[in-house]
């Protein structure tokens, strides 16, 4: 781009909550199904995405300077949009802070936002540090059990080694369990999660509409600690899932839950 995009099109929920807090949210054009936040971006047009097929006619139609692409988005698809001599931006999903300020700094460039981004990093480093200090002299961990997706509650998938869930865990003063597991995005068996036997059960598909009444019917589920103490709780996973500026409203609401008293 030989100066900043005024008419944008994103194609994932991270990358346009991103684009409001770097101040571009004027000149997002279209976005993906999933994108809901902030609110106003429901009156924007909705290019498809997610479970359906993009909408590439609608693409062109809005004739975007640029196209925001992320991790969820097949090389499939960004070559197809590539092909209608329609520049994309892909933007990696962060692993830590840093990836996620440079990420911001990245899109306030494309979109000619630096000086207002600069004091919103600052802004979003302060509130990181402050959770540090505040976990900095935790000696008790708890450990975590954070569910994906148990539609299959004798195997339910967990975030695992090398995910933005792990880091800001960790970084909350808590321990997750699939860190133990093989890959990124896994599934546990009732088995490793009894020996594991969590002391926090996090429900991240109580958007789905699992509560902890459910979790404890399951079959071998009351026999973990987490069951037994009552500290099922429901989640919001946006706040995880989705790699913008809220990765820090996640990292202060684990960290509230799992040392209250620091807070």
Known sequence: LEKPAETIVSLAPSN??????????EQVVGRDSFSDYPIEVLELTDIGGGFSEYDLETIVSLDP???LAAEINTPELVH???????????I????????????????????????ETEKQIDALK???SDVEEKIASVVEKPTIFYELDASDPAKPY?????TFHTTIIEKAGGINIGAVLDSAWAQISLEELLVQDPEYILLGDAMWGTTPKMVAEREGWNALTAVKEDRVLP???NLLSRPG????DGLEELAKILHPDLF
């Open 16 to 25: 346009t909550e991103i684009l409001y807090a770097v101040g571009a949210g």
């Open 65 to 67: 300077d640029l196209v």
């Open 80 to 90: 197809s949009i590539e092909d209608l001599d329609i520049t994309v931006f892909y």
């Open 92 to 115: 990696k999903n962060p692993v830590d802070f840093n990836d996620l300020y440079v990420n911001l700094q990245d899109v306030a460039l494309l979109t000619g936002h630096e000086k």
């Open 126 to 128: 302060a509130r990181v």
């Open 158 to 162: 967990t975030p695992g080694p090398g």
């Open 235 to 237: 989640f919001d996973d």
């Open 245 to 248: 500026p809220r990765l820090v």
